[in-house]
């Protein structure tokens, strides 16, 4: 089965640094999506990408963060200046054109330690 | 906005039994899908059943069957002759493309552990 790929697995950081962390969606894909889990809680929308833009973003989702699709391939989530409270795992997930008849794929996250 | 309820925070089964999971969802939209995921240690989210809301057929992927009540907006998972290997974090999620929404929206989860 296809595969979305995340890394870093594991990213320590200091507050107030910025982090990029990186997703590569399956390959014929068009829509792109970031989600965030604090730990022992749900699992939060972030953000979903499509056609190279925002199509939709959450609240949490603040001028902090930022995404980018760069060369057609990595889809990229910034934190500009992180937070204590940033501290999650990040899931980049990625879907088709047919919609949510469609799979949607997770990647296998990336741990986000601020301290 | 709609939102997903999981009022079982934990849940234990003896392996080879049957353990159902709760699941109620709120929404004004007619169209929409909901989705089961499995999160094991390793964390990462695994697609176990998905229901369209149109369907009137219960979903069943081997040993995992819903029942879906639309009118009562209930979705439970079953999972029948429970395995070792099921155990692990299960959210229950919901999805509604008519309202212009790409977002899925998650449920706390339920922890389910199989004892042996």
């Known amino acids: 089965e296809p595969e979305v790929t995340q890394t870093p697995s594991h990213q320590v950081t200091q507050m107030g640094q910025e982090v990029i962390l990186r997703c590569v969606p399956i390959s014929n894909h068009l829509y792109f999506y970031w989600y965030r889990q604090i730990l022992g809680q749900k699992v939060e929308f972030l953000v979903s990408f499509y056609n190279n833009e925002i199509s939709e973003k959450s609240e949490i989702f603040d001028d902090q963060f930022s995404v980018e699709r760069p060369d057609g391939s990595n889809f990229t989530l910034k934190i500009r200046s992180t937070k204590l409270e940033d501290s999650a795992m990040y899931f980049c997930?990625?879907?088709?054109?047919?919609?949510?008849?469609?799979?949607?794929?997770f990647g296998s996250g990336t741990q986000l330690s601020v301290l | 906005a709609q939102t997903v309820t999981q009022s079982q925070p934990e849940m234990s089964v003896q392996e080879a039994e049957t353990v159902t999971l709760s699941c109620t969802y709120d929404t004004s939209e007619n169209n929409y899908y909901l989705f089961w995921y499995k999160q094991p240690p390793s964390r990462q989210m695994i697609l176990v059943i998905r229901q369209e809301a149109y369907k009137q057929q219960n979903a069943t992927e081997n040993r995992f069957s819903v029942n879906f009540q639309k009118a009562a907006k209930s979705f439970s998972l079953k999972i029948s002759d429970s395995q070792l290997g099921d155990t692990a974090m299960y959210f229950c999620a919901f999805a509604a493309p008519q309202g212009g929404s790409e977002k899925l929206v998650f449920g706390k989860g339920t922890k389910l552990t199989v004892n042996p």
């Open positions: 997930a990625s879907r088709g054109m047919k919609g949510w008849a469609e799979k949607l794929f």
